[in-house]
């Protein structure tokens, strides 16, 4: 036993919950931003220039570069997930397959995995391929074989239930946001919200939950009240620097501080809590899924709500209302309650970086 817990760490195989479910799917998200999310943005500039200015040889190549990024979402995954593992470059670079036949549709009927495919295969391949990296004199052939091989299995056989199963939860949050907008629009909001402020990616969970419709709306609301929430109640703290790095960077800059006083975490949270009926019921918020996960950051939650509503008047004053401007004025209301009843200080949300 010992010997094998020996060898496990000198592969750097650490099965753990922080490995897998948090550093691992955290670097999923890059991968997801780096194609999926990058992708769409450049395709939505283009479709945008062609339905404003007409369709142009630079609008249909903006359009053909963001469809490309688009595609490529499985690799990208497979070499993100490798890269969290502190996965050696052989095993890296083979992962770049993995991640592709994760999300691929098998051509048998098999089914595709999609995005949660995508990481498991990635995630199961590297692991696999690092026992046996360097362990022989053909490493070349040996490391990309067993990384191959062992993903592949897993996306033939794996990949494509867990795809099925994420789409299917994914379904089922939809349909009970339809049926119940008022109570699921604040449930969808607070947890996607408060996963987005976590060590977890929300944007990566809303991507494999294909969540999208009404119930993406309230999942964007809830994220734009932890971010902007954060960046208007830390703004005395962390002044202009901090109110950009939250609002349109991350809230999960403040873990550090919410682990010390987790009191801090009441105002954004509560804002999502009002706001996320309000997306639903009154305002019917919709998004795609990129986009759902996203809020603020970089304002790509922004983008997914003009892609799935249409770039119109109507779209532009409800997102700068209920994105922004709603979500800035309640945190900041809730703040000063919470200060008031002694539950935390202004330095209690200064930033260290």
């Known amino acids: 036993m010992a010997n094998v817990k020996g060898f496990l760490k000198r592969k750097d195989i650490e099965i753990s919950v922080k490995r897998y479910a948090i550093d691992a799917l955290s670097s999923m998200a890059f991968g997801l931003f780096a194609s999926l999310v990058i992708g769409l943005i450049i395709k939505t500039i283009g479709e945008q220039i062609g339905l404003r200015a007409g369709e142009s040889g630079f609008s249909l190549f903006l359009v053909t570069i963001g469809s490309t990024a688009m595609s490529l979402i499985g690799p990208a995954i497979g070499i993100a997930v490798a890269h969290s593992l502190k996965a050696p470059p052989l095993v890296m670079f083979a992962s770049v397959v993995t991640g592709f036949m994760g999300n691929m549709a098998w051509t048998d009927g098999g089914g595709a995995g999609g995005p949660a495919g995508a990481f498991v295969a990635a995630l199961i391949g590297a692991e696999i391929g690092k026992l046996v990296s360097k362990e022989t004199k053909v490493d070349i052939i040996v490391t990309p074989?067993?990384?191959?091989?062992?993903?592949?299995?897993?996306?033939?056989?794996?990949?494509?239930?867990?795809?099925?199963?994420?789409?299917?939860?994914?379904?089922?949050?939809?349909?009970?946001?339809?049926?119940?907008?008022?109570?699921?629009?604040?449930?969808?909001?607070?947890?996607?919200?408060?996963?987005?402020?976590?060590?977890?990616?929300?944007?990566?969970?809303?991507?494999?939950?294909?969540?999208?419709?009404?119930?993406?709306?309230?999942?964007?609301?809830?994220?734009?009240?932890?971010?902007?929430?954060?960046?208007?109640?830390?703004?005395?703290?962390?002044?202009?620097?901090?109110?950009?790095?939250?609002?349109?960077?991350?809230?999960?800059?403040?873990?550090?501080?919410?682990?010390?006083?987790?009191?801090?975490?009441?105002?954004?949270?509560?804002?999502?809590?009002?706001?996320?009926?309000?997306?639903?019921?009154?305002?019917?918020?919709?998004?795609?899924?990129?986009?759902?996960?996203?809020?603020?950051?970089g304002l790509v939650g922004q983008i997914g709500t003009f892609t799935s509503m249409g770039f119109s008047f109507d779209t532009l004053w409800k997102v700068v209302l209920l994105h922004f401007v709603l979500t800035a004025a309640l945190s900041f209301a809730f703040y000063l309650v919470f200060k008031r009843l002694g539950r935390f200080s202004d330095e209690d949300f200064r930033l260290d970086y």
Request: charge should be positive; proline fraction near 6%; include cysteine.
């Open 145 to 297: 074989l067993v990384t191959i091989l062992a993903g592949g299995v897993i996306a033939r056989l794996v990949g494509p239930a867990i795809g099925a199963l994420m789409i299917a939860l994914g379904n089922v949050i939809m349909t009970a946001t339809v049926l119940q907008p008022f109570w699921m629009g604040i449930v969808v909001a607070v947890i996607v919200g408060l996963v987005l402020t976590g060590p977890i990616s929300s944007a990566a969970l809303c991507i494999m939950l294909n969540l999208s419709g009404i119930a993406a709306g309230a999942a964007t609301v809830g994220c734009c009240a932890q971010m902007v929430g954060f960046a208007v109640a830390s703004y005395r703290a962390n002044g202009v620097s901090g109110l950009f790095a939250q609002g349109i960077g991350t809230s999960k800059l403040q873990i550090p501080n919410i682990i010390k006083n987790p009191w801090i975490l009441a105002p954004p949270t509560l804002t999502a809590a009002v706001l996320g009926p309000v997306a639903t019921v009154v305002f019917k918020m919709t998004n795609i899924p990129t986009g759902a996960g996203m809020g603020s950051s």
